[in-house]
């Protein structure tokens, strides 16, 4: 069954930076693009960027462009996200997911559990 799950969030200072990872299973996701989204409390999920199969191009939203940066590894089936001068409005649970090359959330058919990025002021 194909699965991601992510790692790397927790607690930081504003400024500081986090990396979070996304490991997937299965084939699958070598043919389908893997974006990063988030969502904080009593807001709508909301995409963060995404990068295409092998790693060529990116999308990013303008609140996070020239501070987080998307990468992908095929041969370790992960997919990164380098969050820098981090600031409090980046707080939220950061999803990935995978499937077309797209900002669009109701396009990816796979989604991992989440995790937890909290950004003190």
């Known amino acids: 069954q194909e699965q991601l799950v992510e790692s790397g969030g927790g607690l930081v200072q504003a400024g500081g930076s986090l990396r979070l990872s996304c490991v997937a299973s299965?084939?699958?996701?070598?043919?389908?693009?893997m974006g990063w989204f988030r969502q904080a409390p009593g807001k709508e999920r909301e995409f963060v960027a995404t990068?295409?199969?092998?790693?060529?191009?990116?999308i990013y939203a303008d609140s996070v462009k020239g501070r987080f940066t998307v990468s992908r590894d095929n041969a370790k089936n992960t997919v990164y996200l380098q969050m820098n001068s981090l600031k409090p409005e980046d707080t939220a649970v950061y999803y990935c997911a995978a499937g077309p090359f797209t900002s669009s959330p109701n396009n990816y058919g796979y989604w991992g559990q989440g995790t937890q990025v909290t950004v003190s002021s």
């Open positions: 299965g084939q699958t996701f070598r043919t389908l693009a």
């Open positions: 990068v295409s199969i092998r790693g060529v191009s990116t």
